[in-house]
């Protein structure tokens, strides 16, 4: 079973801030947070991924609380292109461990 | 990123007909390849675990003898679903783990198979 919380459904205006949350209260110290997303008909693609610290790449930034049991997404200027199945993931990183065991992810959907 | 690819996009088989798949890690060596399956409004179930050169590790409840897994080198793995049945209709996915970062899975665009 997935290891993760996510609402199933979120609404964007297009050109405003995606803010997706996660909840991982079972999560360990050796486990990481991914995110990645699904456009309709296509594979996951991967967006970004942290431990402790809050990340950010060229696609989204990740906020991840000090204690760990929670995350956000954060796609900070959404397009129509976003819209798609976003999934957190919590797994272990390092040599043969952790596969991807996907959830229901939430859905989000931009608006004009 | 890196770049994973499948061949074919799409297929149509017969029942009775076995149907292979190919996933390939087109800029990097992929260690460790994964394949699943998507039915449709539902999320990815995790079919099985291959390491180059080894014997793939299969989840709880899929057959190992009707889908069948090679993976004979760090760029290929192969999943032939044999004898298939309307039911294996499904949007199958791999994805490959390796090369740069080493720790982070790329998926292949999927290959939609519907078995009449």
């Known amino acids: 079973d997935a290891k993760t919380t996510q609402p199933p459904s979120m609404d964007c205006a297009e050109g405003r801030a995606a803010n997706l949350p996660c909840n991982h209260s079972?999560?360990?110290?050796?486990?990481?947070v991914y995110w990645y997303r699904q456009i309709h008909s296509q594979g996951p693609q991967y967006i970004i991924h942290?431990?402790?610290n809050n990340e950010t790449n060229e696609m989204a930034s990740l906020i991840i609380t000090e204690d760990r049991k929670s995350s956000t997404l954060i796609l900070p200027h959404a397009t129509l292109r976003d819209t798609a199945v976003y999934y957190c993931?919590?797994?272990?990183?390092?040599?043969?461990?952790?596969?991807?065991?996907f959830g229901k992810g939430t859905k989000l959907s931009v608006k004009p | 990123g890196a770049v994973v690819s499948q061949h074919p996009s799409r297929v149509i088989c017969k029942s009775g007909t076995s149907v292979k798949i190919e996933c390939r890690s087109l800029?990097?060596?992929?260690?460790?390849m994964f394949w699943y399956r998507q039915f449709p409004k539902q999320s990815l179930m995790l079919m099985a675990t291959?390491?180059?050169?080894?014997?793939?590790?299969?989840e709880q409840g899929v057959e190992k003898d009707k889908f069948l897994i090679n993976h004979a080198s760090l760029t290929l793995s192969t999943l032939t679903v044999t004898s298939a049945h309307p039911e294996d209709s499904s949007f199958y996915i791999c994805?490959?783990?390796?090369?740069?970062?080493?720790?982070?899975?790329?998926f292949g665009p999927g290959t939609r198979l519907t078995v009449l």
């Open positions: 994805s490959a783990r390796g090369g740069m970062s080493t720790d982070t899975q790329y």
């Open positions: 079972t999560i360990s110290g050796n486990e990481y």
């Open positions: 942290g431990l402790k």
């Open positions: 993931i919590v797994r272990v990183s390092g040599g043969s461990q952790g596969n991807l065991i």
């Open positions: 800029d990097f060596q992929a260690t460790t």
């Open positions: 291959s390491n180059e050169g080894s014997k793939a590790t299969y």
